[in-house]
Structures are given as structure tokens and as C-alpha cells.
């Protein structure tokens, strides 16, 4: 059982930033695709930014272009989000999820079954 571990979250003030990660302690994360996925109160889940560890091809959502980016830490095992000109409306739980046997992000992954969950990691916007 492949367990990931989203971190980094915390309370900002608009305007402001932070940046996620998301770890699999004792397994490796080549060649797998990593999506970040976030959910608001009371709203559905919704993709955020993909990255493959295959091809390191990226993808984000329209409304976090410019100002999310995406990387792969391969020395660590880890994928990072890192997030600025956070906004209010950015406010949710973020997840980091692992998918097998895709090489590239495009846009509809987000729609894709992964194959392994982490648990959540809170992001708070203030205004």
C-alpha cells in the first residue's frame, strides 16, 4: 500500500504564498504522475495541477496558470506546489494523488481514477 503524505499547508493572507508536498516515504515516485486535486466547503473536488515523473510534462488548471507551479524534487522523492497570489477563494483541503501507467498530464487526467490518495493538508486564504 503506497502511502502519500500531502504537507505544507497552513493560514496565509491574500496575496501571500505557500508551497505543498507530497512525499511516498519508502516508495519511489518515477514514473508515476502526481495530481493535486483540492476541496473547498461544501464544493466538489476539483483538479488543480498534474506533473509526470515519466516525460515531466505539466498541466494546471486555467484558474491557477501563473500562479501555481508544479516540480518534481527527485532527490527527495517528492513533488512540491508551489503556490502564490494565493486568493479567498483558493481556501480548501489539499490532496496529492498518485496515478500509474499515464506518461503525460493533459487536461482531462483530472477525471482519470488514481491509484492512491494521500490524505489531506489544509490551505487557508484570509482576506
Known amino acids: 500500500e503506497v502511502q502519500l503524505q500531502a504537507s505544507g499547508g497552513g493560514l496565509v493572507q491574500a496575496g501571500g504564498s505557500l508551497r505543498l508536498s507530497c512525499a511516498a516515504p519508502?516508495?519511489?515516485?518515477?514514473?508515476?504522475?502526481i495530481v493535486w486535486f483540492r476541496q473547498a466547503p461544501g464544493k466538489e473536488r476539483e483538479g488543480v495541477s498534474c506533473?509526470?515523473?515519466?516525460?515531466?510534462?505539466?498541466y494546471h488548471k486555467e484558474f491557477v496558470k501563473g500562479r501555481f507551479t508544479i516540480s518534481s524534487v527527485n532527490a527527495k522523492n517528492t513533488v512540491t506546489l508551489q503556490m502564490r497570489s494565493l486568493k479567498p477563494e483558493d481556501t480548501a483541503v489539499y490532496y496529492c494523488a498518485a496515478l500509474g501507467g499515464v506518461s503525460s498530464c493533459f487536461g482531462r487526467i483530472f477525471d482519470v481514477g488514481m491509484d492512491y490518495w494521500g490524505k489531506g493538508t489544509q490551505v487557508t486564504v484570509s482576506s
Open positions: 506533473i509526470s515523473r515519466s516525460d515531466g510534462s505539466t
Open positions: 519508502g516508495f519511489t515516485l518515477d514514473d508515476w504522475t
